[in-house]
């Protein structure tokens, strides 16, 4: 068995994970709030839970360009905060829903076009 190229590392692998919670009082708060929404899943974040959406990227400068474009795209008010962690951290998450433990995630099909 070989190990995987270096491209494909499990630590090289990044993973973020942006967490929100902006205001939806008026109209106009609505209309960022679903903007920014739509933003990320345009940038290939896929929706975890409401306010939580996850990506990956292919190392540490990947990461810093994307958290400049998620800071391009900041709606005028709420928290917003993004964070990241390895592949390899990321398998380790323990996930519960409907009261019992699920399977670890396994990577998205575009990781192998890397």
Partial sequence: M???PAFLSGYRIMWILV???L????KSQRKAATAFRNFLLDEGFERSQFSVYARFVNGKEAFQT???RIER???EKGDIQVLNFT??????????S?????????????????
């Fill in 2 to 4: 070989t190990d995987a």
């Fill in 19 to 21: 967490m929100f919670d």
């Fill in 23 to 26: 205001p939806t009082d008026t």
């Fill in 66 to 68: 994307r958290v400049r």
């Fill in 73 to 75: 795209n900041l709606p």
């Fill in 87 to 96: 592949d390899r951290q990321y398998r380790d998450i323990v996930h519960f």
């Fill in 98 to 114: 409907d009261q019992g433990r699920r399977a670890a995630r396994k990577n998205p099909e575009q990781l192998a076009l890397f």
